[in-house]
């Protein structure tokens, strides 16, 4: 598992017992993903409502540049709450994300936690 790629991960819930199976990226990076049980993950959703914020990165499978990342329909990468889940949890690899939309997501993060 590599730092881009796009996965199924079941997320535990926080606030009650239970978990989601749902797509996210991997944003951690390569040595700690070789390294440690743990991995960090931004969430994907096809809830479209935060298109446009700083901290979200929308994805478009039927664009040359979301063609790689094995979603079905257009998405929003929401780099503003990434989660730390065991490595155990993420089941597969579905696709992975283009350059341009690593940038985003890089971009997304940087606002996410205010980095220059």
């Not at 700083?54 to 540049?65: F, K, R």
């Not at 597969?92 to 993060?109: C, F, K, P, T």
Request: with cysteine.
């Amino acid at each position: 598992m590599n730092r881009g790629d796009v996965v199924i991960a079941d997320f535990p819930f926080q606030d009650v017992p239970g978990s989601k199976v749902r797509p996210a990226v991997v944003v951690q990076n390569d040595a700690d993903n070789q390294t440690l049980a743990n991995t960090i993950l931004a969430m994907i959703t096809g809830n479209l409502a935060n298109v446009g914020r700083a901290t979200n990165v929308l994805v478009a499978p039927s664009t040359p540049e979301g063609a790689s990342s094995g979603l079905h329909g257009p998405s929003l990468i929401k780099c503003g709450n990434p989660a730390t889940v065991r490595q155990q949890r993420v089941l597969r690899v579905i696709g992975r994300l283009s350059d341009v939309l690593q940038q985003s997501v890089n971009d997304a993060l940087k606002a996410a936690l205010e980095l220059p």
